[in-house]
């Protein structure tokens, strides 16, 4: 009997190892490439940590020319933006007749513009805070600039009031409103991380405890009492057309005025809703209280501080 393979089962043999040798050879080769771009992965990581802390704690991060800097591009280049939606909200409110369509392509066209220019505004990136809050501005930017054009198109046949209830059931707006407030937030926070290179006293960071009784509000600085009135914005989405330190101003008159006593007003939080939710914040509030409550605070010489301008 002749045992011998015919030369089909002979091909067929031949191709079946060569097939398995390939599979055993790409398998091997997977987890090569694998192990590799996970371990690339893990090295990009650990560096990106180490840039940042290295950034966070180089000896020329958070320095005043780079704060200043960034009011003068930056923010105020957003500061511009916003003041253009309150006064086009103010007009929706105040004149029935407003053309609301008209009013929103020309909010998109300005925040497409102001986007285009904070996107190549220069940033130190030795302090990652300031890059933070950049980068949310520009977020926030985008997405107002989204909505915007979105119910441009549809504007005309509602009311003020229904088109403000649209915006306030759209993501874009919202999240748009959400990114404008975190970059005030990283703003604020950078600072405080000024401060603390300036004057050992102040913290580089601080959160406030859940319930912020008024003398230990009385007893921090005001660049903190800033930071923990631009915590209590975000935290309650306040996107308001006064800024942070005009809050604080306001809660420090309303406890010296002996209003917090009367009202039995026990907690910064809840002084700050009161505020807040009745309308007693303005923009420039803090201008006005410089002189007599803080003549001598540390604070950055940023325009906000100082002037209108």
């Known amino acids: 009997m002749d045992k011998r393979l015919s030369r089909t089962d002979l091909g067929f043999s031949l191709m079946f190892l060569l097939m398995l040798v390939i599979a055993i050879g ?18 990009e990581a650990a ?13 020329n ?15 105020l280049s957003y500061r511009e933006f916003e003041n253009e939606w309150f006064a086009a909200l103010g007009k ?7 053309d609301l369509s008209a009013s929103l392509k020309e909010l998109a066209k300005t925040a497409n513009a102001k986007y285009a220019k904070i996107q190549v505004d220069f940033v130190s990136p030795s302090s990652p805070l300031l890059i933070e809050a950049q980068n949310n501005y520009l977020k926030s930017l985008k997405l107002f600039s989204e909505s915007f054009s979105t119910l441009a198109g549809s504007a005309d046949t509602v009311a003020a009031s229904e088109l403000l209830r649209q915006l306030e059931d759209q993501a ?24 603390a290179t300036v004057n050992p006293d102040v913290p580089g960071e601080y ?27 975000s935290n309650s989405r306040t996107f308001a057309e006064f800024l942070p330190h005009d809050l604080t101003a306001r809660i420090d008159e309303f406890i ?24 007693a914040v303005r923009s420039g509030d803090f201008l006005d209280a410089r002189s007599s409550l803080y003549a001598d605070e540390l604070l950055p010489q940023l325009p906000f501080f100082i002037s209108e301008r």
Do not use: C
Not at 61 to 75: E, I, N
Not at 92 to 98: G, N, T
């Open 61 to 75: 991060a958070y320095q005043q020319q780079d704060l200043v800097s960034f009011y003068h591009t930056v923010f």
């Open 172 to 195: 874009f707006f919202t999240e748009g409103r959400k990114y404008a407030l975190d970059g005030q937030s990283a703003y604020f926070a950078s600072m405080l991380k000024w401060g």
């Open 256 to 279: 010296q005025s002996g209003q917090a006593g009367k009202m039995k007003q026990t907690s910064i939080g809840s002084i700050s809703e009161l505020l807040v939710g009745t309308d």
């Open 47 to 59: 560096d990106a940590l180490a840039q940042d802390a290295s950034a966070a704690n180089a000896p």
């Open 207 to 233: 959160e406030a405890p859940n319930t912020l009784n008024l003398d230990q509000w009385s007893a921090l600085p005001l660049i903190v009492k800033n930071k923990v009135t631009t915590d209590f914005l």
């Open 26 to 43: 790409a398998f091997f080769y997977g987890v090569k490439v694998g192990g590799d771009r996970v371990r690339t992965e893990q090295t």
């Open 92 to 98: 929706w409110k105040a004149d029935p007749s407003a």
